[in-house]
């Protein structure tokens, strides 16, 4: 028996040395151990242009001489002289014979003596099968193949399907069972997949040593295999494979090797083991293999081995493998350990330049125009890139498209940045597609072209291309250049942030917490943001710094805060140091004023305001309004417009009207509401300004329809009274309303005592008035405790219950409402029959209450207002003014 290999395909084929009986017998044999194959539940029909090929049909009649003729023509096809072979079975064809079709149609699947030509070969293969005869399984075998990979003809799982069968039963001692067993796992097109009839050839030829059998159970029986996971199975198989390979090693078999080789790569069957790796490539090597020895030097430095690694690629490219260099440049230029070598990378990769190679010129082109292994000469470096280039080298291309659209080292050129793009596009990289992708996406030196952006990074993000994925999940997150797509920018930013993508796993980890996917899973943008940062990532640390600041998807935590910020300013990310200072603010804010005031001198405005504020109140710091002018003139003068406001009431309260009226102009000027309310007030009822009724409106239907509710109470309440206006109930109340609505306690108990009384042209409604008044005490109200107290004390109103009415009018006044407590005064005086006394005294007796135990003080008071002149003291004391 003869083996043919050839580099597409090994076509193993008997050489047919036989006379005719011998022919008959072994075609006879074959013919007894058929099996058919279990029909159309598995595969479609066979189509009917086919059927001969599978009807059995009738053997043709060749004597001996015609055997004579055909293994002539085997001899001259085995000494070279194929012109002559051809010329020998073009008669034995015209006369029927299938092994002279068969041969025929080797020669094309081979390229012998003609230019290779799969369709023409599988013609032959084709003639040769519509006849028994001793070759009929070998060609199906054969034209099988050239069907299951489409070469030559169309691919047809079905045709393989059946001719596999065919070449099964034929029992050839070739790889048939193994063809069929890898389309019976997988299933084909109109073919349906049955693992466990695969899994029984594959035993079936694993039991008879068959090499691929053995693999392919190996792989099945792993995890991840198509098979139920077995792993001392998959080690079986997967040894049983190691000792078919190795005795074709021990004859010199240099294929064998380096698939011995792989087995024990990190991935491989038999479990990472780099010295029984390097061995056998090794052996590779010194059997000849030019390869084999940059391919362990390689597996070295994959790895982490880089002396041994780069050792052995020395090795190989002092041998002057062109390979080996250029791995061994790049290894020495970029180390995963230790300093880069530029002189010896950059001697190794020219070496290779001067041996022809393209890729050491992108390489190092690369290298000296982006710095790397200290490595810096732009112009030679893009010269070797625009040599690498003209010779259509994809990274090249890519590479240049990016350094002409973004580095601004050289002149923007977009139409030469296009061009590289489009042709890298086309020469297949998907960092060019990418970034080709991304101008049509963003309008960058090309009109905007969302449809077509979206398709290239499509195309970019299926390859592989983690930064195609982020840009096109950020797009569909932003809903800007293309629609708004949450659920696919969430699946594409988590495939680039499984990649490794720092920069997708802070997206959208800022998505979880701050951004369209905000609620979704907090926990889980947390534990992406501190992924991205701990490997570096500096905005990832400035989101965790805002995330424990405010409490989101965290316990609120100021100090972890300021830690990852901390970290973020010592990378250098720009805004950094605004977020470190607004944590600072608010740790001032918590009382902390070493913070605050930090906060104000690295020139936060609104720290600057906030201490100013804290020295006008003496909150935190001694009390100084000279230290408090200072720091808020300065948030002023930063553009602060609740400085301004707060420098207005402080001018205001010190009688300097001008200034002070100066400063809130300003404020509001800015937008500050507070201003507008402060303003409006003052002009409205002529508070230390000559009264405009016109000008206070203004300023505060401004500020209320900006959504003040301050000033809308104030508006609610000039038309309840009257004051300044003419009094007006629907006004009053619409007012009220929204203020009260905008989170106004004390418009509440306003509305809620004009409704509950009738009072400023509002239509009396008990119920509702009662209702306003109980949501706003209930929430600490003052003016609405202290109004409920003493409607419950007099009874007019609301049913009198004066154990009631003493429990709110001592909350207000403990909350410090001044009519609250001088209502309980009141009400002590009369009970001693002192009401013209001293009233200060009354209030000091008052505060020595408070000053007991919460419970007596209630109770004393409750006792004293059963005395019911004491009671009526405390119910005629008008409690409606707001404190």
Request: charged fraction near 25%; include cysteine.
């Amino acid at each position: 028996m003869k083996a043919h290999t050839t580099p597409a395909r090994r076509t193993a084929t008997a050489k047919l040395q036989l006379t005719a009986p011998l022919a008959f017998a072994a075609l006879l044999a074959g013919c007894a151990m058929t099996q058919e194959p279990p029909g159309e539940d598995h595969a479609r029909a066979i189509p009917a242009e086919y059927a001969s090929w599978f009807d059995g049909g009738v053997e043709v009649d060749m004597g001996r001489r015609d055997w004579d003729r055909i293994n002539r023509a085997q001899d001259t096809i085995d000494q070279g002289r194929y012109e002559e072979a051809r010329r020998q079975l073009q008669p034995l064809m015209e006369m029927g014979f299938p092994p002279a079709y068969h041969e025929m149609a080797k020669m094309y699947d081979r390229g012998q003596g003609v230019e290779r030509d799969g369709a023409r070969a599988a013609h032959y293969y084709g003639k040769a099968i519509e006849r028994p005869s001793t070759v009929q399984g070998h060609a199906s075998l054969n034209l099988a193949t050239l069907y299951q990979e489409g070469d030559g003809v169309e691919r047809n799982d079905v045709l393989a399907y059946y001719l596999l069968w065919q070449a099964k039963n034929a029992n050839l001692n070739r790889d048939a069972e193994v063809r069929l067993a890898r389309l019976l796992a997988e299933g084909g097109d109109g073919v349906q997949a049955d693992p466990e009839l695969a899994r029984e050839f594959y035993t079936e030829a694993a039991a008879a040593g068959e090499e691929g059998a053995l693999r392919a159970l190996s792989e099945a029986y792993a995890p991840g295999g198509w098979l139920e996971k077995d792993p001392a199975r998959a080690m079986d198989y997967g040894q049983r494979y190691a000792e078919v390979l190795e005795a074709r090693a021990t004859q010199g078999d240099t294929g064998a090797m380096l698939q011995l080789a792989s087995l024990h790569a990190p991935d491989g069957l038999l479990g990472d083991q780099p010295d029984q790796r390097l061995h056998w490539l090794r052996q590779a090597a010194d059997a000849g293999d030019d390869g084999a020895l940059a391919q362990a030097g390689r597996a070295m430095l994959d790895s982490g081995d880089v002396n041994r690694g780069v050792e052995l690629l020395e090795e190989a490219a002092r041998q002057g493998d062109i390979d080996a260099m250029v791995h061994l440049g790049n290894a020495l230029l970029e180390p995963e350990s230790g300093r880069p070598q530029p002189v010896r990378a950059e001697r190794w990769l020219n070496t290779a330049i001067e041996a022809g190679s393209v890729d050491a010129r992108v390489i190092l082109g690369r290298a000296l125009v982006e710095g790397h292994g200290g490595l810096n000469d732009l112009p030679r470096g893009m010269g070797l890139l625009e040599e690498a280039a003209g010779r259509d080298h994809p990274l090249a291309l890519a590479q240049l498209g990016s350094l002409y659209l973004d580095d601004e080292r050289i002149a923007g050129q977009p139409y030469i940045a296009v061009d590289y793009l489009e042709r890298g596009h086309e020469a297949g990289h998907p960092w060019a597609t990418q970034q080709l992708g991304a101008a049509y996406l963003e309008g960058r030196v090309v009109a905007p072209d969302g449809a077509r952006g979206e398709d290239l990074l499509r195309s970019a993000a299926d390859r592989g291309q983690s930064g195609a994925m982020r840009i096109l999940g950020e797009a569909y997150l932003a809903g800007d250049a293309l629609p708004f797509h949450p659920s696919r920018g969430e699946e594409l930013l988590q495939a680039a942030a499984q990649d490794g993508d720092t920069t997708a796993m802070t997206q959208l980890g800022e998505a979880y917490l701050e951004g369209p996917l905000d609620g979704q899973d907090p926990t889980r943008g947390v534990e992406l943001l501190m992924e991205a940062a701990n490997q570096g990532d500096g905005y990832a640390m400035v989101v965790l710094g805002r995330a424990y600041r405010h409490g989101n998807g965290v316990e609120q935590d100021l100090d972890q805060a300021t830690l990852w910020l901390s970290r973020a300013q010592e990378t250098g990310h720009e805004s950094a140091d605004d977020a470190l200072t607004y944590v600072q603010r608010d740790r001032g804010a918590q009382g902390d004023i070493n913070a605050l005031i930090s906060a104000a001198e690295n020139g936060h405005p609104g720290a600057m305001a906030d201490l100013g504020r804290a020295y006008l109140n003496g909150q935190g710091v001694g009390q100084d309004r000279e230290q408090a002018r200072y720091w808020l003139e300065r948030a002023h003068g930063e553009g602060h417009a609740g400085a301004a406001a707060s420098l207005g009431r402080m001018y205001m309260d010190d009688g300097n009207t001008s200034a002070g009226i100066d400063y809130l102009e300003a404020a509001v000027a800015r937008g500050h509401g507070g201003a507008q309310g402060d303003l409006g007030e003052a002009y409205l009822l002529g508070d230390h300004v000559e009264q405009d009724v016109e000008r206070g409106l203004e300023y505060l239907t401004n500020a209320a329809n900006a959504g003040n509710p301050h000033a809308a109470h104030l508006l609610g309440q000039a038309y309840l009274s009257g004051e300044g206006v003419e009094q007006d109930g629907e006004e009053a109340q619409l007012w009220l309303e929204q203020a009260s609505d905008g989170g106004s306690l004390a418009a509440r108990a306003s509305l809620g005592r004009a409704n509950l009384r009738g009072e400023g042209a509002i239509a009396q409604d008990i119920e509702r008035g009662y209702q306003l008044l109980d949501q706003a005490a209930k929430q600490g109200d003052r003016g609405a405790l202290a109004t409920l107290g003493r409607e419950y004390l007099r009874g007019d109103i609301l049913e009198q219950d004066r154990q009631k009415g003493a429990d709110y009018l001592f909350e207000a006044a403990s909350a410090g409402h001044s009519s609250a407590r001088l209502a309980l005064a009141e009400a002590y005086l009369s009970s001693r029959g002192l009401q013209h006394a001293n009233r200060e005294q009354a209030l000091l007796w008052l505060d020595d209450v408070f000053e007991s135990e919460g419970q007596l003080a209630a109770e004393t008071l409750r006792q004293l207002l059963t005395d019911d002149s004491a009671a009526d003291a405390a119910g005629q004391v008008d409690v409606s003014a707001v404190d």
